[in-house]
């Protein structure tokens, strides 16, 4: 389904249409949408890059200082992607748009090898720590 196809005008990742969960508007107030984060599941495919896309296109105009998207995943992208993310992780460096792989459980350890920037445990306990820790490492650069 996901696989690279030959197309009329080149290679593409993907043929099928994506579903996008937003969890948290710019405007909105993390207390009055935790339910979404709460009440999410796993859908088994893993159409990463046009999440990702997804993230920037958002962060593109946007002024803040520091811009940050976190690919939170417990599964590898789906084939096709990989070449794509790292097209999308080059472009977001010269946009100053950071990109953090969160990976959790084994199926995402490569997290660490695809993203410049990552934390990765097995334990879900270990996060805010890793999580504050890699932020700040990235503020002081």
């Known amino acids: 389904k996901h696989a690279p196809i030959n197309g009329d005008n080149g290679v593409y990742h993907r043929f099928g249409s994506v579903n996008y969960d937003v969890f948290k ?3 909105e107030r993390l207390k009055s949408v935790s339910w979404r984060f709460i009440n999410t599941t796993a859908g088994g495919d893993t159409p990463m890059a046009d999440g990702i ?9 946007r002024n803040e200082v520091n811009r940050f998207v976190f690919v939170v995943t417990d599964g590898k992208p789906d084939n096709g992607h990989t070449e794509v993310i790292n097209h999308q992780t080059r472009m977001a460096k010269r946009s100053q748009i950071n990109i953090i ?8 350890k490569y997290v660490q090898t695809t993203f410049h920037d990552s934390v990765w445990s097995m334990k879900m306990s270990e996060f805010p720590r890793l999580l504050v820790a890699k932020l700040n490492e990235l503020a002081t650069r």
């Not at 896309?53 to 105009?61: E, G, H, K, R, T």
């Not at 969160?102 to 995402?108: D, L, P, Q, R, S």
Request: glycine fraction near 16%; aromatic fraction near 10%; hydrophobic fraction near 45%.
């Open 25 to 27: 508007k710019f405007n």
């Open 53 to 61: 896309q997804f993230a920037l296109n958002a962060l593109s105009n």
């Open 101 to 108: 792989g969160v990976g959790i459980g084994n199926e995402a």
